[in-house]
Nanobody, 122 residues
Framework: QDQLVESGGGLVQSGGSLKLSCVAS????????MGWFRQAPGKEREFVAR????????AYTDSVKGRFTISRNNAKNTLYLQMNSLKPEDTAVYYC???????????????WGQGTQVTVSS
């Protein structure tokens, strides 16, 4: 039962908001780093945000700074991504990930969810 399960994706108009959730189980719940990546059709998987277990280490990709907020509720074993002021270019499948390396590269993360689709219309 080492898994990550995302939810909260959907269709939203430009300027709207969505909140993604990721429930961790098994070994994934104790991972030092949890984060979000996204992947649009025809593009490589892109780092979005990460947070450490104690919230002391947080990072965002430049394109989402000021709009997205990552948080982690360890008691609930849940990771969140609050997305505000969404833009069409945010459209992608969003993946939850967990690992123990501070990194923006997908290959440094051990566990992955199956993804949740976020579509932002103009």
């Amino acid at each position: 039962q080492d898994q990550l399960v995302e939810s909260g994706g959907g269709l939203v108009q430009s300027g709207g908001s969505l909140k993604l959730s990721c429930v961790a189980s098994g070994r994934t719940s104790s991972s030092y780093i949890m984060g979000w990546f996204r992947q649009a059709p025809g593009k490589e998987r892109e780092f979005v945000a990460r947070v450490s277990r104690n919230d002391g280490n947080i990072a965002y990709t430049d394109s989402v700074k000021g709009r997205f907020t990552i948080s982690r509720n360890n008691a609930k074993n849940t990771l969140y991504l609050q997305m505000n002021s969404l833009k069409p270019e945010d459209t992608a499948v969003y993946y939850c990930t967990a690992g123990n390396i501070i990194s923006t590269m997908p290959l440094h993360y051990e566990y992955w969810g199956q993804g949740t689709q976020v579509t932002v219309s103009s």
